[in-house]
Nanobody, 124 residues
């Protein structure tokens, strides 16, 4: 499985960015896709996940500002980030795992494959 993340950049506080993650090598619609982020000096943390293109999970810190979506035809997951804050600055990673009973969507060790990361910088 290969994951290719893109869409990061520099944006002012209050602005928006959309990240993309293109997946190959698995039947996209039957798996769980997640976004995590890692800020300098901090551990990687869960941001959002989507299952079957319709069931979504969010970290409390981004709920209401970020939206995760999936396009099965393109095998791509998106993270629309609005009302960005300086504390959203981090390297964002997409990840993929097979759905299974009692999967903890917010735990990075549950995910099998990872993209290379894309930098998001929010200036104040």
């Amino acid at each position: 499985v290969q994951l290719q993340a893109s869409g990061g950049g520099l944006v002012q506080a209050g602005g928006s960015l959309r990240l993309s993650c293109a997946a190959s090598g698995r039947t996209f619609s039957t798996y769980v896709m997640g976004w995590f982020r890692q800020a300098p000096g901090k551990e990687r943390e869960f941001v959002a996940a989507v299952k079957y293109s319709a069931i979504r999970y969010y970290a409390s810190s981004v709920k209401g500002r970020f939206t995760i979506s999936a396009d099965n035809a393109k095998s791509t997951v998106y993270l629309q980030m609005n009302s960005l804050k300086p504390e959203d600055t981090a390297v964002y990673y997409c990840a993929n795992t097979e759905d299974r009973r009692l999967l903890d969507y917010g735990l990075e060790t549950e995910y099998d494959y990872w993209g290379q990361g894309t930098q998001v910088t929010v200036s104040s």
